[in-house]
């Protein structure tokens, strides 16, 4: 299987000191603790003290049932809508927030392992008529979805774990109105250090992670759901269930690749198998624990990574991909393709041996450019051992030439991908993951 050397590819590379001055400045700026998303407004006495005292972390326990709804909800987006209108970002006046699925109306996508009345989804679960309530008056929308998927229990397995609710919001003002009053209200206490204005959480007595700090026991202030008691309709909407599941089941058989998986084609033939294995549950632990393993490092790069994506309005955008199998966004920051890479190296690399050193940067770069028909991208390198700070993070303009070629050379992969029956069929994987990968002995490349 013959190499492609994306390095040959590469035309002219810039150091960008002007973008890196400008993203060093607006982290030391940047807003949170003072930038509020709808999250935070569903429980104010919760978003203060996760800001006061970021050290109480949920335990393990928890964060595992938090992961597994992370999951589903990536499953389950992927299966019924399409990936340009999964998890959309959205701001408005000061509030941010992420709609699961946002196609015509937005559609909240929920998990729980407590038994939901469906009779009256108002008394039962309140917020997550809040929350979507919240999405729909920022996209100015009068309806919505709540999609509640139920774990089943081995005592009592559920006979329909899927149930759909449609929503209407007669009054968005209203609810915008209720909107301002939380992020003002939280925006003060954090600004004053006193959390006492804010209503009684909801979890009071009943483990809430920040029980030894928080004041509960002695504010004044009683919960209510305001935006809730705005919302008009609500029914559960069989129809739209079954036509979900319908979808879930047409697509289990496909195979959709994204770009990544054109990168590093080898790990991808091996995941496909994983998958089609089914994981155990030893295989999702080892997961979880090296997501645990790598939060102490993810700091500053999640920061940076908000930085760009969810800056000023309008400059970052998500440009869906489509060919054959393959389906992706590319994500542009200011009209360029941009990745974000975090190498472990305790030193920089020098400019002219950047595409080889880490050629798996470049080629990612370049099929995200040839796929939108952008001869330059942007690279940004944070490195994490570099012990100087103003030395970790380095921006770099890329431009590509023969956009054609490297087009070309995503499709080939993208097509040897499809039919593989052996590894040994596809492009090698960069040399120094060899000894990292978890599928080194049945790729024969140890």
């Known amino acids: 299987m013959s190499d492609f050397d994306i390095a040959s590819y590469v ?12 993203l060093m400045q607006s982290l030391k700026t940047r807003r949170p603790p003072y930038r509020i ?6 429980n104010l006495k919760q978003a203060y003290f996760r800001r ?7 335990p393990l326990e928890k964060q595992q049932l938090m992961w597994a709804g992370t999951g589903f909800h ?28 946002y196609e015509k109306i937005p ?42 998927y139920q774990r089943p229990e081995e005592e009592s397995p559920s006979t329909s774990p899927l149930v759909v609710y449609h929503v209407t919001f007669p009054d968005l003002e209203a609810i915008r109105e209720e909107m301002r009053r939380r992020r003002d209200l939280l925006v003060q206490a954090l600004i004053d250090n006193d959390p006492s204005n804010l209503p009684i959480c909801p979890w009071f007595n009943k483990h809430c992670d920040y029980s030894q700090v928080c004041d509960c026991t002695t504010t004044s202030v009683p919960a209510s759901h305001e935006i809730a008691d705005l919302a008009g309709e609500i029914y559960v909407d069989n129809m739209t269930c079954e036509q979900l599941l319908s979808k879930m089941a047409g697509a289990q058989p496909s195979q959709v690749f994204g770009i990544n998986d054109i ?4 790990k991808a033939y091996f995941e496909r198998l994983k998958l089609q294995e089914i994981a155990s549950g030893k295989e999702v632990r080892e997961e979880k624990e090296g997501y645990l393993r790598s939060m102490d490092e993810r700091g500053f790069i999640d920061a940076l990574r908000d930085s760009l994506y969810f800056g000023a309005p309008g400059e970052a ?9 393959l389906s992706d966004l590319v994500r542009t920051w200011q009209n360029m393709p941009t990745i974000l890479r975090d190498p472990k190296f305790s030193s920089l690399v020098e400019r002219e041996r950047l595409p080889r050193t880490f050629s798996h940067y470049f080629l990612r770069l ?23 700070e103003n030395a970790k993070l380095m921006v770099y303009d890329v431009s590509f030439r023969n956009l054609n070629a490297v087009k070309a050379e995503a499709l080939r992969r993208l097509e040897l991908l499809e039919k593989a029956t052996s590894p040994l069929q596809l492009p090698k994987c960069p040399s120094w993951m060899c000894s990292y990968c978890d599928y080194k002995l049945e790729c024969g490349e140890a």
């Open 107 to 148: 559609v909240e996508v929920k998990t729980t392992s407590t038994p939901v009345d469906t009779k009256d989804l108002l008394k039962n679960r309140p917020t997550y008529i809040e929350q979507l309530g919240m999405y729909c008056a920022m996209v100015n929308a009068h309806e919505g979805e709540i999609i509640v």
């Open 366 to 388: 370049g099929f995200d450019c040839a796929m939108t028909e952008n001869t330059k991208g942007r690279l940004l390198l944070y490195y994490v051992r570099v012990p100087k």
């Open 317 to 325: 955008q998500k440009i869906p991909v489509k060919h054959a199998s």
């Open 37 to 42: 998303s709808v999250t935070d407004l569903l």
């Open 11 to 22: 035309s002219h590379i810039e150091a960008n000191r002007s973008i890196k001055d400008a």
């Open 52 to 58: 006061t005292y970021p050290e109480i972390v949920p």
């Open 263 to 266: 990168v590093f084609p080898r």
């Open 74 to 101: 990536k499953t389950f987006g992927s299966a019924v809508s399409s990936e340009e209108y999964l998890e959309q970002f959205v701001e408005a006046e000061g509030i941010v927030g992420k709609i699961d699925i």
